[in-house]
């Protein structure tokens, strides 16, 4: 029977079908030190960028054994922990991994290891590391880079959209490295501006375009979330985190289990074997979202005529095998 580490490990460990990763890899590998600058710390987008990169960082069981966390005393502000929220940024990030990996990953605030292997500055600020990368976000914009000099002006927006699509990438990198590829199959990014509004890429900051604002955008009308998995959390994850509101169906029959709970990024430990649906729906209802959870699979869903429609007019569609999107 397999461990909880070993289940927890069990799809990133799988054997690469596309060849780019070297086969199998040695339990608990990497140190990762993660670090912001005080004027990143201080805002939500720099905030939302922290505890998205932890979040994903602490889920890479048997690849990142420990991850140092150099973290100004900053209150928490609304809306960045969707669990584990304490008072302070530092203390919640710590709670996200202790919540997310128990002791399959350590985590120490403000520590003075220098020996990390990989360096993470949110904002622009130096460390430690035989490979560092620098990272800045702000609305739809963000960018990861390795040559320095990273933009440090305190981002103007509370979206997490920027912010989360640079914590995957960083996050991505540092499990590259710790993974490993195979030679000749893949490199590190050096510089990677974008922005996720207009799916294009620049080589300066000041060339990409931001896109609008919750506010702006208004309400959203119903739509579906058809299968409530990690797709679905990350979604979730960030409209809420972006002060989105609107009005949803949760459509799965599913449940958690250790083996997937390693990229579900709006639960931990606890939620195992937690209804899917139900987890996700809770989350949308206690952020402003109007949502209804329909605990079945999406075949069944599809034909059932209305059966959990939220009001008249969106059974009326779905009784004509209408689902707008």
Known sequence: MKQEIDQLADRHLRPDPLGVLVEGAAAHVGVVRVSISTVMASSRGGQHLAWMLVNLLCRQFKVVREILLDIPAVPTLDAVAPFGRKALLGESLLECVRLVSREHVGARLNSNADLVDISLGIGNVTSSGAEHWNLHADGWRYCITSSGGSCDAAPSSNLAIGPYMCAALAAGEVFKIFRG????????????????????????????????????????????????????????????????????????????????????????????????????????????????????????????????APDADVAALERTYQFPI
């Open 181 to 308: 590829m195979r030679p000749g199959r893949g490199a590190s990014i050096e510089s990677h501006f974008a922005s996720a509004w207009t799916l294009s890429t620049s080589t300066t900051w000041d060339e990409l375009e931001d896109g609008p604002q919750a506010h702006e955008v208004g309400p959203l009308p119903h739509f579906y979330f058809a299968g409530a998995g990690a797709v679905a959390q990350a979604a979730a994850a960030c409209l809420v985190g972006s002060g989105f509101k609107g009005c949803a169906t949760v459509v799965d029959q599913d449940s958690l289990d250790l083996s997937n709970d390693n990229r579900y990024v709006l639960s931990n430990l606890s939620n195992d074997r937690a209804d899917k649906a139900e987890l996700l729906t809770t989350h949308l209802m206690a952020h402003g979202f109007s949502a209804k959870a329909a605990p079945v699979w999406w075949e069944e869903f599809a034909i059932s005529r209305g059966r959990w």
